[in-house]
Every structure is written in C-alpha cells, then in structure tokens.
T-cell receptor
C-alpha cells in the first residue's frame, strides 16, 4: 500500500532564506509523486510532479523537488522564501496505471516571517 | 479557460438532512474526483468518475454517493448528515484518460457545516 509522511507539521522561515519541506513515501510500485499547495480558503494547486523521468523536478514559483529512491524521499525546496509562499503544502503519492486515488500527506504549514 | 467550479461555496445543514454538491470541470476534462478535507483527517479521497462511470471509491460509508453526467459535470450527495460530515469538499478534474496519471485541477471547494 502507498503512504506518505510529511515530517514537519509547521515550518517557519524568514523571507529570503531557503525553504525545505520534507516528505517520505512508501510504495509497492514505481510511484508518481506530487507537491500541491493550498492557500487559505482556496483549492489546491499543483506545484510539481515526478513521474519516473528526471529525478530533479522543477515546479512553479521557484520550487523544486528531488526524488531519491534510496531514501524514499521527495523533499520540496526553494532557494529564497517569499511572503506569498505562506500556505499549506501537501506531498502526494499515487500508484501509476489506472488509479486516480491520490494519497495526501498530513500537510506542512509554511510560515514566512518578514 | 474557466477553472473548476463548485457550488455552493458555503452551506449549513442540520443533522439528518441531505445535501447535494455540484462540480463543473474544466472544459474537455472527463475525469472528476471528490475529496473531503477536515482538520482531523486531512484530505481523503471519496470517489472518481470518468465518462459517467465510477472508477475508484474511497473508504466512506454508503451515505456518500456521486454521479457524473454526459457533459462531465458531477454531483455528490450526502444523506442523513452527521456532525462529522462538516468539512471542505473539494472537486478536481483531469484531462488524463484511462491508465494515465495526470495533473488534477481543484476547485475552491464547498464548505459544509452540519449543526
């Protein structure tokens, strides 16, 4: 069975400093992995996705994530945080093939201090 | 291109009532999924429809049901509402066909409060 663990429920950074949001996954199959962001009172937006191509994936708004099979990790990073990055971030895993069931992590709330 | 539209955005019901939520996917998208988001349980998959057929179902009681119409619009229904059904219900659409995992586009959700 697939599962995903987000290691931090809250992360606080200062504007202009790097962001690291950690995610570990468990999957019996070659996983497809995603990061989604949810701003307050909004739906979710896809930041980036990994589907067995390049292990370093670049997304929108300067975010990127690296798929590390040996560590079963898919951490999200950004070199320099912006105030507008404050939101909740979800690491998501799904099985390839015909399954559309997304399994969400519990979320990491990112706070950006001025 | 218009995004995923969910109606109503907010609603209040009492225990025992039923509710119907509507979702209009992005034009051309044939897959519609529904998720429940609560502070305690997080985001949980309810079901997914493709071309009017339910392809996947999450672990929810039979009080939760859905359907998809020929124009890909979808509705979900919750009968005999319980306090624990209070949640944000999110709809997502995808252009991906059978066997392809695609990007999901989410609506802003319908926030249901059960009193």
């Amino acid at each position: 069975a697939q599962s995903v663990t987000q290691l931090d429920s809250h992360v606080s950074v200062s504007e202009g400093t790097p962001v690291l949001l950690r995610c570990n996954y468990s999957s019996s199959y070659s996983p497809s992995l995603f990061w989604y962001v949810q701003h307050p009172n909004k739906g979710l937006q896809l930041l980036l996705k990994y589907t067995s191509a390049a292990t370093l994936v670049k997304g929108i708004n300067g975010f990127e994530a690296e798929f590390k099979k040996s560590e079963t990790s898919f951490h999200l990073t950004k070199p320099s945080a912006h105030m507008s990055d404050a939101a909740e971030y979800f690491c998501v895993v799904t099985q390839g093939g015909s399954s559309y069931k997304l399994i969400f992590g519990s979320g990491t709330r990112l706070l950006v201090r001025p | 291109k218009a995004g995923v539209t969910q109606t109503p955005r907010y609603l209040i019901k009492t225990r025992g009532q039923q509710v119907t939520l509507s979702c209009s996917p992005i034009s051309g998208h044939r897959s519609v999924s529904w998720y429940q988001q609560t502070p305690g349980q997080g985001l949980q998959f309810l079901f997914e429809y493709f071309s009017e057929t339910q392809r996947n179902k999450g672990n929810f009681p039979g009080r939760f049901s859905g359907r998809q119409f020929s124009n890909s619009r979808s509705e979900m229904n919750v009968s005999t509402l319980e306090l624990g059904d209070s949640a944000l219900y999110l709809c997502a659409s995808s252009s991906a066909g059978t066997g392809v995992v695609g990007e999901l586009f989410f609506g802003e959700g319908s926030r249901l409060t059960v009193l």
